[in-house]
């Protein structure tokens, strides 16, 4: 892996975020939606990975009581499949398990095999379907959880 920094994100990170945003996904969040992450919501965490002096991932989770709830993960195309997405989630579970979550979760495409791969290799499990969750273009979410919310884990698929 080409040599990466990891730091907390800041309201200054908007604009390279939602740069990222742009190259990675297609319906991506507005500078402005993620300044107010930022500034204004107490249980946003962000985390940035950097390299050759500029932005080239970053993830983002919201705390809510004990559970991560993972908003997005993202790797700049020129750098993926370098550990960098892997050593950027490592470094988000730490930090937030430090905050005291015990469980993580999140949405992802079915079709998404890259993001699959990556949350299974942290033990996350399939634990659900939410029907046309995506636009542009529609598909299905796969629900995955590490941990569970109730404490017992529950792998239906
Ligand atoms: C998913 C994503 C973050 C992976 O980032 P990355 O830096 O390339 O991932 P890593 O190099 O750390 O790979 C870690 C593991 O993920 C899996 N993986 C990553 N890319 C993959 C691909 N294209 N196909 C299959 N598995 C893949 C592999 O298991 C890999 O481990 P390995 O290299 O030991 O085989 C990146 O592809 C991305 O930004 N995609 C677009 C945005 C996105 O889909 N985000 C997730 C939304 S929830």
Redesign the pocket.
């Known amino acids: 892996m080409r040599e990466v920094v990891f730091r907390r994100g800041v309201p200054e990170d908007a604009a390279a975020i939602a740069e990222l945003e742009i190259l990675?996904?297609s319906s991506p969040w507005s500078r402005d939606a993620l300044e107010k992450e930022l500034t204004e919501n107490p249980v946003a965490r962000y985390f940035i990975g950097e390299a050759e002096g500029r932005t080239v991932?970053y993830a983002g989770l919201w705390l809510v009581v004990d559970q991560g709830h993972?908003i997005?993960?993202?790797?700049h195309?020129a750098?993926?499949?370098?550990?960098?997405?892997?050593?950027?989630i490592r470094e988000m579970l730490r930090q937030t398990d430090q905050e005291g979550v015990t469980a993580y979760t999140?949405?992802?495409?079915l079709s998404?095999?890259?993001?699959l791969?990556?949350y299974?290799?942290f033990d996350f499990y399939v634990a659900g379907i939410r029907k046309n969750y995506y636009e542009e273009p529609v598909e299905d979410a796969l629900i995955l959880w590490r941990g569970s919310p109730d404490g017992e884990a529950k792998h239906i698929l």
């Open positions: 990675c996904f991932a993972i997005n993960v993202a790797v195309p750098f993926r499949r370098q550990g960098l997405g892997k050593a950027l999140l949405e992802v495409r998404n095999a890259a993001a791969a990556l299974q290799g």
